[in-house]
């Protein structure tokens, strides 16, 4: 069983700056697409941006040009840096990964816990 565990979440004032990270742990054969998605309170999950394997990235617009999205493959490990924050990117963030393990062999998404960003003063 593949886990993905977020870090980083936490309180900033608009205009800050923060980074989010995702690690998946397990006997991993391969990763494919890693992704952020949000959620806030009484809205659907959302995607926020994602990156595949060979760095390929894509953002939801609402968050071009402040956010970026990397991995690093050694790490099993994906970020999320986060600028010029406001108070609308308040929600749960999420990762997700398409994770194949070496029992099976066949890749699954599989979520993490979620971890809180709060933008406000």
């Known amino acids: 069983q593949v886990q993905l565990v977020e870090s980083g979440g936490g309180l900033v004032q608009p205009g800050g700056s923060l980074r989010l990270s995702c690690v998946a742990s397990?006997?991993?054969?391969?990763?494919?697409?890693m992704a952020w998605y949000r959620q806030s309170p009484g809205k659907q999950r959302d995607l926020v941006a994602y990156?595949?394997?060979?760095?390929?990235?894509d953002y939801v617009e609402s968050v071009k040009g402040r956010f970026t999205i990397s991995r690093d493959n050694a790490k099993n490990t994906v970020y999320l840096q986060m600028n010029s924050l406001k108070p609308e990117d308040t929600a749960v963030y999420f990762c997700?990964?398409?994770?194949?393990?070496?029992?099976?062999?066949?890749?699954?998404?599989?979520w993490g816990q979620g971890t809180q960003v709060t933008v406000s003063s």
């Open positions: 997700n990964a398409d994770v194949a393990m070496y029992s099976d062999m066949r890749f699954r998404h599989y």
């Open positions: 990156v595949e394997n060979d760095g390929t990235t």
């Open positions: 397990g006997t991993i054969f391969g990763i494919n697409i």
